[in-house]
C-alpha cells in the first residue's frame, strides 16, 4: 500500500437543515442544527483512513478548541496528524452550512487557521512530502502554498491529485503539468475551461481542454450521473449508484480519497472509478461531512450486494 499525504483545511461545520435555501433578503427557519467536524482536506483526510489508505495530514488548526472533534475523528481513522500546526492565539477555520429537502447544500466558509497552512509551513514540512507516494489537496487553504505542493511533489516523482475545490479563476499551465489527476465537478469545469455544462459532448471537450494544457487525466464527478475519466487514451463514463439522496455535503470529497486509495493499492483505474463512485454513492444517502464517510468494510459490501443484485 503506498502511503498518501493529504494537505488541506480543517473547519467545524454548522450545518443548518431548511426545506428551501433563503433567497436574497429571506429569513427561513432552520428545522435542525448540528456541529460537525469538516474542512475539505480534514475530510479527505478521514475518509483515506477510513476507506482504507496509509494517510498523513498537514493542516492548520486553531487554539479555540473548535478543532477537536476532528482531530478525534482523526485519530479514529488512523491518520497521521503529529505536524498539524497550531495557531494558539487563532480561530480553527468555520463553515456555516444550508442542506435543503432535496439534500443540495450552500456553503460560506470562514477560513481562519486555515491561511496558516501557508507555503512557509508547506516548506518547512517537505519531509513529508518525501515520504509520500500520492499527494492529495485541494484550495481551501493558501494557493501559493497548494501550487508550492504540487511543484514539489511533481519534481520528486509523487503522484498528485487535485481537486480544484472551491475553484479558482484559472489555474496555469505549469502547474497543471505537474498534476497526474484533477477531479473537477462539472460547475467547476465550466469556471476553468468555459466548456458547455452538457452531457457528454460538452463536460468531455472541457476536460480534454486541460488534457491539451498538461493535466495527465482529468476526472469529472458528474453528481447522479456519476464520473467521466478523459486521458490521452480516450474517455470512459461510470454511472453513479443508485441510491436515497439525502446530503451531498461530503461526496466529492470522498470520492477523491478512494480514487487516492484505490490507486495507492495499485488498482486498474476502472477499478478505482467504480469503487469511488460506491463510496461517495454511500456518503449521499447520508447527512453530514465525516459523518456521511463510509468505511472500507462498508463499500466492499455495499458494491457487493449491488453486484449480486
Known amino acids: 500500500m503506498k502511503k498518501i499525504l493529504v494537505i ?31 474542512g475539505k482536506g480534514a475530510n479527505q483526510a478521514y475518509a483515506c483512513g477510513m476507506l482504507g489508505g496509509r494517510v498523513s495530514f498537514l493542516s492548520a488548526i486553531g487554539g479555540d478548541g473548535l478543532a477537536s472533534v476532528v ?28 442542506v435543503d429537502g432535496a439534500g443540495n447544500n450552500s456553503i460560506v466558509v ?44 511533481h519534481k520528486m516523482g509523487k503522484l498528485v491529485i487535485l481537486n480544484p475545490a472551491p475553484c479558482p479563476d484559472a489555474i496555469p499551465d505549469e502547474i497543471l503539468r505537474c498534476v497526474d489527476y484533477i477531479t473537477p465537478n462539472e460547475t467547476e469545469l465550466q469556471k476553468l475551461t468555459g466548456c458547455r455544462m452538457e452531457y457528454p459532448d460538452g463536460i468531455r471537450e472541457g476536460a480534454e481542454s486541460l488534457l491539451r494544457r ?53 488498482r486498474r483505474i476502472e477499478e478505482v472509478m467504480d469503487f469511488a463512485n460506491a463510496a461517495s454513492g454511500i456518503a449521499v444517502s447520508r447527512k453530514g461531512a465525516q459523518t456521511s464517510v463510509p468505511s472500507r468494510a462498508e463499500v466492499e459490501n455495499f458494491m457487493n450486494c449491488r453486484g449480486d443484485a
Request: charged share 20%; net charge negative; with cysteine.
Open 71 to 98: 482531530m478525534e475523528n482523526m485519530r479514529r481513522a488512523d491518520v497521521a496528524i503529529s505536524q498539524i500546526r497550531t495557531m494558539v492565539e487563532g480561530s480553527t477555520g468555520i463553515a456555516v452550512i444550508c
Open 8 to 38: 488541506g483545511s480543517t473547519n467545524t461545520d454548522f450545518v443548518l437543515e431548511v426545506e428551501e435555501m433563503p433567497q436574497v433578503g429571506e429569513t427561513v427557519m432552520s428545522k435542525f442544527f448540528h456541529r460537525l467536524p469538516g
Open 214 to 266: 498538461g493535466a495527465g487525466q482529468v476526472v469529472v464527478t458528474l453528481g447522479g450521473k456519476g464520473a467521466m475519466l478523459c486521458s490521452r487514451g480516450g474517455t470512459a463514463c461510470f454511472p453513479a449508484w443508485e441510491v436515497p439522496v439525502k446530503d451531498t455535503t461530503a461526496a466529492g470529497d470522498t470520492f477523491n480519497a478512494a480514487l487516492a486509495v484505490g490507486l495507492a493499492e495499485g
Open 110 to 153: 470562514a477560513p481562519g487557521a486555515n491561511l496558516q497552512c501557508d507555503c512557509e509551513y508547506l516548506k518547512d514540512h517537505r519531509e513529508a512530502i518525501d515520504a509520500c507516494d500520492i499527494l492529495l489537496v485541494q484550495l481551501e487553504v493558501p494557493i501559493e502554498g497548494i501550487f508550492y505542493a504540487i511543484t514539489y511533489a
